[in-house]
């Protein structure tokens, strides 16, 4: 992984529970993946919830007061290639789109910078949309 030493680092491990459930323990929180929701599901949910902590983050900088935001996400799945079917399609989603309801004390013109800058600082939506080196290895145990 990269050398900067300005990262701050994640680790969690996830522990199968059945073939659609898996127990996340992120050392401070546990959470479980297919009991209330799909592994996409809780992708889409961290798009919104770092488009929310970014929004608020910009909105503090620019002197912004956000009274309410809502994030809503959407992106469609070919599940095809997950099956192990044949297809042209990625397994991944194919797009994503992002709408932002928000109620500021704000103008129009406010409101596009402040997107602008959400768009340009948001981590999650980063991995989304640039490459991420994925190391995958196994061990037998």
């Given amino acids: 992984m990269s050398e900067n030493s300005n990262l701050s680092w ?14 996340v ?3 401070e929180a546990e959470f479980e993946i ?15 919830g770092c488009v929310n902590s970014t929004g608020t983050m910009v909105a503090r900088d620019m ?14 799945v070919d599940y095809a290639a997950y099956r192990g079917e044949a ?17 500021a004390d ?8 402040w997107v602008e800058a959400v768009k340009a600082r948001c981590p999650v939506t980063d991995n989304v949309e640039n490459a ?3 190391d995958i290895s196994v061990e037998s145990v």
Avoid: C, H, W
């Fill in 87 to 103: 297809t042209d399609s990625r397994p991944g989603l194919q797009g994503l789109e992002i709408t932002l309801e928000v109620e």
């Fill in 25 to 27: 323990d992120t050392g």
């Fill in 132 to 134: 991420t080196v994925i």
């Fill in 63 to 76: 002197d912004l007061r956000i009274e309410e935001l809502t994030v809503m996400v959407e992106g469609g």
């Fill in 34 to 48: 297919g009991r209330d929701v799909n592994p996409v599901e809780y992708f889409l949910g961290s798009v919104a």
């Fill in 106 to 113: 704000a103008t129009a013109d406010e409101l596009e910078t």
């Fill in 10 to 23: 994640y680790r969690l491990e996830g522990t199968r529970v059945s073939p659609k459930r898996m127990t």
